[in-house]
């Protein structure tokens, strides 16, 4: 069976061959000059690492190669790969902290489809089995099929969840699910959101009120909004992040389907951008396809 680093280098294997396969041919036979590094920004902005990791990058290298007198264009890996770890490192713990109070509640959101209601399925089969309790509120009460897969997925990873029926309010269920995870004494609320409503204005105000209401029914609880993104579409998912941040803040962010995607590179653009930590990843479908982020084995399995 393949190690979870393995599997993360396997994921990665297009990002990688997108954005490292380039700059290997770039740099290969090449002076390292202003028209190399002019080359190798283009490679990055087009992998989707975006425009300010891209100058920091290109900033870093343009610094240690006058520093250490570097001249040959293949030098270049090992201070990119020295860089981009550097950035992705700007992040903080996705485990849950001792000092909270518990039950910690994470609110998880993001738009339609980029791997919410997976997502907490993951994390509830993770934190569970570190002898965790968990429990999960179905707040996406948009369509009854919603609510179902969220209750195989908890089923499948043997946790609670609180539901009601499709259209009821979900800062009711939100609620009911906060008043069940003090009773239960569970260490972490996770609760599942609609991605899409009429307006982007409603969806807004719903997260807004599910988060008012958390806070009333469990007093001095740390709450966390957890951003999901989509990894397979590049730079378009940071469009949405602001929308987000604005109504309910962010946290951390799960960058989800790196598995398969070209655009994988969105996740160093993602640590400098946002200034907010990348907690998880997701790399597949699979029950255990989510990893707890960690810098060094993710440019190692860039780079390696
Ligand atoms: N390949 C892959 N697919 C994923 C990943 N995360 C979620 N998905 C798929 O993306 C689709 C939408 O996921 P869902 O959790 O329903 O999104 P939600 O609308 O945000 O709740 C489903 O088909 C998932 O199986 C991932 O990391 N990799
Ligand atoms: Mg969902």
């Not at 993001?110 to 934190?127: C, P």
């Not at 570190?130 to 179905?138: F, L, P, R």
């Not at 003090?182 to 260490?187: E, G, K, V």
């Not at 009333?216 to 992040?241: C, E, F, H, M, R």
Request: aromatic content about 4%; some cysteine.
């Amino acid at each position: 069976m393949a190690t979870p680093f393995e599997k993360l280098k396997n994921s990665l294997s297009k990002t990688k061959a997108n954005l490292l396969g380039r700059i290997t041919q770039a740099v290969s036979q090449r002076r390292l000059d202003d028209d190399l590094l002019d080359d190798i920004e283009e490679i990055l902005i087009e992998a989707d690492v975006g425009v300010a990791a891209t100058t920091r990058l290109i900033g870093g290298i343009r610094e240690k190669a006058a520093q250490h007198k570097l001249s040959e264009g293949q030098e270049i890996m090992a201070l990119l790969k020295e860089e981009i770890q550097v950035i992705l490192s700007r992040g903080g713990s996705p485990l849950l902290k001792d000092s909270d109070p518990r039950p910690v509640v994470w609110l998880i959101v993001g738009v339609n489809g980029v791997g919410k209601t997976t997502a907490i399925g993951k994390l509830a089969t993770r934190f569970s089995s570190e002898g965790k309790k968990v429990i999960i509120a179905a707040c996406d009460t948009f369509r009854a099929a919603a609510i179902e897969q969220i209750a195989i997925w908890a089923e499948r990873s043997n946790v609670d969840i609180v539901k009601s029926q499709s259209g009821s309010d979900p800062a009711a269920v939100a609620f009911d699910g906060a008043k069940a995870a003090r009773a239960r004494s569970a260490d972490l609320l996770l609760v599942d959101t609609a991605g899409r409503l009429q307006t982007k204005a409603n969806l807004m105000e719903e997260l807004k009120k599910i988060k008012r209401v958390v806070a009333k029914a469990l007093p001095g609880a740390a709450i966390y909004s957890k951003l999901i993104i989509d990894g397979s579409t590049g730079q378009n998912a940071l469009s949405q992040v602001q929308v987000f941040t604005d109504a309910v803040g962010c946290d951390g962010i799960i960058v989800t389907k790196l598995d398969g995607t070209a655009k994988g590179g969105v996740v160093i653009a993602v640590a400098e951008q946002l200034g907010v930590p990348v907690d998880f990843i997701g790399i597949g479908e699979g029950l255990d396809d989510l990893q707890a982020f960690d810098a060094k084995q993710f440019t190692e399995a860039l780079f390696s």
